[in-house]
Structures are given as structure tokens and as C-alpha cells.
């Protein structure tokens, strides 16, 4: 039988054969890319020619093009559609993927080359700026991986890098067994009380499908739960809280302590390696922020006025419930006091959020009056699984333009949380155009019930969208480039400014409407959703702030002080204490042990990028809102000097073309109530 990653795929947009894929397709599909990746890498490194850019830098982009086949689809489905087969495939493959990146990055035939080109390019005048970009960053980056070490230095980066490979495999695999094992079993309807049909009815297919009786709410990725917000059960709340806090350090199988510990260690040791104090000094001098110091200067300069705004928060509704507001409790006393000063609760809001309106109406709406997208669905074409989605996207005057999935309810075999991720890059070099997916973990509720979202369910779509937006939209010639490849702190950017639509007048009137009867959003619903702007930020600061500060803490250690460290709960309560986080009821939204953006998600020691990114979000807001809102005209600046150009531009002097100057932090202190 023909392996499907042997040659590119004949379907539209290259969108992968996802029905003729089979498990047993991706060992050989994997060796037989890494080895022809190899002779290619080599053949480049080992020509007689002198290096140039097009034998070089353009050899090196046109590369591994097989093994980029099966690691795009190879990656989405351990994600969103993951069997222990699968996983048991993604320890293998890990380390070994892992060796073979190094291979190419610290060949010092290779890096000798990229130099060789860079020096040329600095002396000759009219390059082209994307050409000149790609040598610099290829360049940047084969440093920053280790390309200069001696042999010896290299040798133990390899194992190093290997070892974490297998570690951060593990902590993800534990993190979603462990969080499909805590998932709360509840018997007795009486203690579901505030849920509405829909919550239960999804409630009761877990359980379901878990061949168990009564129901089951299964944990979300983040601290917490949104049904929170909903149950009156205050004993029903505490326990999904403690379970949801307590993933990843339950002493069983999947308890992921030490794995965190040799992580952090391991990371530790190669920052030394490689000439840095630290991880984060190795991860900031990539970045637009450039030195941990910076980020501190942010981060803890946040902290007095969100914590202090967490404390008064808690007081007032203390008083609001009548009772010492927990952990457990905020949520749900939130919701009372938004329904007593907002008359915009959550159970009023869902009945509006039907899924596919607010798809539709809402998210592609706004694409279409911004950026002159339309959006047909394909039913023709077949995503991984059954329940995902497909869609053309094609530009105003009828040119394609990509392929859009949506992946939108929550099943066992997905990773928590919600994201974006390429299966087809965009590259002019290659002639593909983009082909991204957005996965959310909506619990799906009864055949035949609508799907109903909360108001956070409907800001992660729009968010997410955001960045699908960013990959649909770029247009650069060379892959390393495409959509969302920029710098880690500045890739959130884009979807956070996407998040200011769900709540524009003109949006929300054409997608907040009653799932049942088709009538617009009560005005009074609207003017607590626009009243609402601001409230509880304190809460959400300082969740967030505990989560991005715990990152920094575990990555600002040297290799020494990450030897020292034996004790995970006892390393986070110092952490957080002697950054000043002082708030009982308020968790990070990620504690260490479910920490997978840093762990094993490729934000470790990045984690600060979303309030980085936000700075520049806030202040895009107030220019859209100076510049005629949802416009084409405003869409197609911000299409046009940022989303356009990927990663093919500095981020911050992208900015500065689109803004005209750099971002003021004005904005962002107005908006979480800083300042």
C-alpha cells in the first residue's frame, strides 16, 4: 500500500488525505523523511560551490519537505485526536526528531556557510529585506542553538536536547491522562443545581462515554472550571476545584513533579552551555523583549495594582454571597454580582452564543468587513476527525486564499486548553498556500441539543480565530516565515486585537441572538456586556500574572540553584511570595504541575509573551477605534503592515509602520484597571 506522505497531497490547498492515513503509515514515513532531509542537508553542506544565498539559505528553506508532511499532521493529531498508539509513536519519535534537528542546526559545515552569506549580504546594498532577514534569523537562531560550541559542547547539547524531547513528551501525555482521571464523577442531579440543559446533557455524555452512570465533568486546561460560574453546590465546586489543582502531583502514574524537576534542570545546564545565567536569558535574547530584566520590569511592576484590586474584589463579594469567598467560590459569587450590577450573567448571555451563529455571524462576519474574506464550507473535504470542520476561504474579488478547520468539542483523546496550528504553510518559494486549524474543548452536549457557548467560549473563538487570521492572511516567499512564525512574545498580538470584535456593536448584533427564537440580545444584556468592560481584572491580572511569574521563576535559575530544588509546592509558594502575589483566593491559572504551555508547550520562559503582546493589542484597539473601527480600510492597513508580512519583518518595526510609532503601555493599564 502507498504511504500518503510520499508525495504531496493532490486534494485542495494540499490539505492532507486524512482518510488514508493509518497509524502504521508514520514509522516509515518518518525515517524515510529524516533521511531524505538529511541527504539533502548534506548535499548543501558538502557542494563545492562557493556559499551564496540561493545554494544555501533558498536549498535549505526547500528542504524536507516529506518530513514537514508527516510532522504537520503527525503533531495535530496527538493533539486533538491522540490513541495510546499514537502516543506510544510520539515518545519514540521524539528524541529521535530531536537528534536530527541538531544534526543540521550545529553542523559546522553548515553554519560556516550561513556566515560565509550573512557577510556578504551586510557589504552588498539592495537585498531584498526578506532575503536579508532570513540569513540574519537562520544565522540568530543556529547560534542560539549551539552551532559555535566545540565538539564536546555539542555533543552533551545533543543529549541534553534529546533528554528533553523525551521529558516534555511525557509531561504532556501524563497531564492529559491525569486530567481525563480526575475528571469529577457526580451521582446525584440535586448537585449539578444551576446548570443549565445543555451543561448537563454534555455532562452526561461523558459519563457516557466513559461507560459510567450519572455524570462527569471533566477538567479544562486552565485553573478551574467554567461551570463554576453556574453550580450551587458550593461542595460540588470545591471538589472541581481541588481536582483540577491537584493534576500532575496526585503521587500516581502520571504524577509529573519530577519530571517538571528534571526539565527545569536540564534546561538550566544547557543555558550554562550555551553561555547564558539562564533559560530565560536564552529565550529573551530571541525575543522582542530581549533580557528577563525587561520582562521583570513589566511583570512586576503589575503586581501591587492587580493584587491589590484582587483583594478589594474578594471583599466585595464576600459580602455579595454572604460568606469567606474561596478559590472554589469566585466565580460563582462573580456571576452574582455581575447579574445584581450588570443584569449579564452567564446563564442569561449562553442562550445567544449559539455555536455556529457565532461562527458564521460573528467571527467570519468580522473577517469579511475587515479583511474582505468569505468562508464556504467544504463538505467534500475531510478533516481527522468526524467533528471537524472544513472550510474555503477565499478573498473579495474570488482568489483563493486557504483552508480553514475548526476542531470545536472536547473528547478524551484532545489536549486541553485551545490553540492554532498549520497543516499546509503558506510559501510563495513552494507555491502552497495555508491550511490552519483551530482546536477549542467545548463539551459537546446531546444529539439534538444546540451548542451553546459562555462568553469566555465565544472570546476564545474569536482569539483563536486570531490567529488563524494570521496564518491565512501572510503572504511571505519563504516557509520559515509563514503566518504565525515570529517571535514567541509578539505571536499573541494579532489574536488578542481579534478579540475586540465579539463585543462591536455592529458584530454583536448580528450574532447574539436567541438560539431558540431568533431575537436580538435584550439592549439590556448588551449594556451590561459593555458595562461589564474591566470587571473582575483583578482577578484575571493576578491569576494571570501568578501563572507568568511561576515560568519566569522556574527559568530564572541557575544550574546550581536547579539542583537545589527538591520540592515543587514549597518552590512555587516562595516564588509567588517573593514576587509579591498575595492572593488565597486567586490560583495561578497554571500551576507548575498542569503548567503545559511551559513544560511542554514551547512558551517555557515565554509565558509573559500574552501581556507583552498586550501592550501592543491595547494600544491597536485605540487605534482601530480612532481609524473608523470595522472597516476595509482599517483591515486592510493591519491586513496589510502586520498580519501580511509574518515573520518576514522585525515585529516591532512592523509596528511601527502599521502605528506609526512604538506602542504606548497607557492603553493596556486603562483596560485591566492599573492604572
Given at each position: 500500500m502507498a504511504n500518503p506522505f510520499d508525495e504531496p497531497s493532490t486534494l485542495p490547498y494540499a490539505l492532507p488525505p486524512f482518510r488514508d492515513v493509518r497509524t502504521e503509515h508514520f514509522r516509515p514515513a518518518y525515517e524515510a523523511g529524516m533521511a531524505e532531509h538529511r541527504a539533502e542537508v548534506e548535499?548543501?553542506?558538502?557542494?563545492?560551490?562557493?556559499?551564496?544565498?540561493?545554494?544555501?539559505?533558498v536549498a535549505l528553506e526547500r528542504s524536507g519537505q516529506r518530513l514537514q508532511r508527516v510532522e504537520m499532521v503527525f503533531s495535530t493529531l496527538t493533539a486533538a485526536d491522540s490513541t495510546d498508539e499514537l502516543r506510544d509513536l510520539e515518545a519514540e519519535f521524539s528524541p529521535l526528531l530531536s537528534a536530527h534537528r541538531d544534526a543540521i542546526v550545529l553542523d559546522a559545515r553548515l553554519y560556516a556557510r550561513v556566515r560565509a552569506v550573512q557577510e556578504q549580504l551586510a557589504a552588498e546594498p539592495g537585498v531584498a529585506a526578506e532575503d536579508r532577514r532570513l540569513v540574519e534569523r537562520t544565522a540568530t537562531e543556529m547560534t542560539l542553538a549551539g552551532a559555535g560550541l566545540d565538539e564536546a559542547g555539542k555533543e552533551r547539547l545533543t543529549a541534553i536536547n534529546a533528554q528533553l524531547s523525551t521529558l516534555t513528551t511525557t509531561f504532556e501525555r501524563n497531564l492529559l491522562e491525569d486530567t481525563n482521571d480526575a475528571a469529577v464523577h457526580v451521582t446525584d442531579e440535586a448537585e449539578l443545581a444551576g446548570l443549565d440543559d445543555g451543561a448537563k446533557s454534555a455532562a452526561a455524555g461523558a459519563a457516557t462515554d466513559r461507560g459510567l452512570d450519572g455524570w462527569l465533568v471533566t477538567l479544562p486546561l486552565y485553573t478551574g472550571h467554567p461551570w463554576l460560574a453556574s453550580l450551587t453546590d458550593r461542595g460540588l465546586r470545591q471538589r472541581v476545584m481541588e481536582a483540577s489543582l491537584s493534576r500532575g502531583r496526585r503521587g500516581n502514574a502520571f504524577d509529573n513533579r519530577e519530571v517538571l524537576l528534571q526539565i527545569v534542570r536540564l534546561?538550566?545546564?544547557?543555558?550554562?552551555?550555551?553561555?547564558?545565567p539562564n533559560h530565560?536569558?536564552?529565550?529573551?535574547?530571541?525575543?522582542?523583549?530581549?533580557t528577563p530584566e525587561a520582562v521583570d520590569g513589566l511583570l512586576s511592576s503589575l503586581v501591587p495594582a492587580a493584587t491589590a484590586n484582587a483583594r478589594d474584589e474578594r471583599e466585595v463579594r464576600s459580602r455579595t454571597v454572604g460568606f469567606e469567598v474561596e478559590s472554589w467560590d469566585w466565580a460563582f459569587a462573580t456571576e452574582v454580582l455581575r447579574g445584581e450590577q450588570f443584569a449579564a450573567d452567564s446563564s442569561a448571555l449562553r442562550p445567544y452564543f449559539e455555536a455556529d451563529r457565532v461562527l458564521r455571524d460573528g467571527v467570519f462576519h468580522a473577517a469579511g468587513a475587515l479583511y474582505g474574506l468569505s468562508f464556504?464550507?467544504?463538505?467534500?473535504?475531510?478533516?481527522?476527525?468526524?467533528?471537524v470542520r472544513v472550510f474555503e476561504v477565499t478573498s473579495e474579488d474570488g482568489e483563493p486564499v486557504g483552508l480553514y478547520l475548526l476542531d470545536l468539542y472536547t473528547r478524551d483523546g484532545k489536549r486541553g486548553g485551545a490553540w492554532m496550528n498549520p497543516v499546509v504553510e503558506q510559501s510563495a518559494?513552494?507555491?502552497?498556500?495555508?491550511?490552519?486549524?483551530?482546536?477549542?474543548?467545548?463539551?459537546?452536549?446531546?444529539?439534538?441539543?444546540?451548542?451553546?457557548?459562555?462568553?469566555?467560549?465565544?472570546?476564545?473563538?474569536?482569539?483563536?480565530?486570531?490567529?488563524?487570521?494570521h496564518g491565512l492572511i501572510a503572504r511571505t516567499t519563504y516557509p520559515r516565515f509563514s503566518g504565525t512564525n515570529v517571535e514567541r512574545d509578539f505571536v499573541e498580538f494579532p489574536s488578542q486585537v481579534n478579540e475586540m470584535w465579539l463585543s462591536w456593536p455592529s458584530v454583536l448584533a448580528n450574532y447574539a441572538k436567541h438560539h431558540e427564537t431568533g431575537e436580538p440580545m435584550p439592549p439590556e444584556l448588551v449594556l451590561g456586556?459593555?458595562?461589564a468592560a474591566g470587571f473582575n481584572e483583578g482577578f484575571a491580572t493576578t491569576e494571570y500574572l501568578a501563572a507568568a511569574l511561576l515560568d519566569q521563576a522556574w527559568h530564572r535559575l541557575s544550574a546550581a540553584e536547579a539542583q537545589a530544588v527538591t520540592d515543587v509546592e514549597a518552590f512555587e509558594a516562595q516564588a509567588l511570595a517573593a514576587a509579591g502575589i498575595d492572593a488565597p483566593a486567586v490560583p495561578p491559572r497554571y500551576s507548575s504541575t498542569y503548567f503545559a504551555h511551559t513544560f511542554a508547550?514551547?512558551?517555557d520562559a515565554g509565558y509573559y509573551g500574552y501581556i507583552w503582546s498586550e501592550v501592543l493589542d491595547a494600544d491597536t484597539v485605540e487605534w482601530f477605534r480612532e481609524h473608523g473601527g470595522l472597516s476595509r480600510e482599517a483591515g486592510e492597513r493591519f491586513a496589510t503592515k502586520l498580519l501580511g508580512v509574518g515573520g518576514s519583518v522585525d515585529p516591532l518595526e512592523a509596528y511601527r509602520d502599521f502605528r506609526g510609532r512604538d506602542a504606548e503601555v497607557g492603553p493596556l493599564l486603562r483596560r485591566r484597571g492599573l492604572e
Open positions: 548535499a548543501i553542506a558538502t557542494q563545492s560551490e562557493a556559499p551564496t544565498f540561493e545554494n544555501t539559505l534546561r538550566a545546564e544547557r543555558a550554562e552551555l550555551l553561555g547564558f530565560a536569558a536564552v529565550v529573551t535574547a530571541d525575543e522582542t523583549a530581549g464556504g464550507e467544504r463538505a467534500d473535504l475531510h478533516g481527522y476527525n468526524d467533528e518559494l513552494l507555491g502552497t498556500l495555508p491550511v490552519v486549524v483551530n482546536n477549542l474543548n467545548v463539551p459537546k452536549p446531546a444529539a439534538g441539543s444546540a451548542t451553546l457557548l459562555t462568553q469566555d467560549e465565544v472570546e476564545t473563538l474569536f482569539h483563536e480565530f486570531g490567529h488563524a487570521l456586556l459593555s458595562d508547550g514551547g512558551y
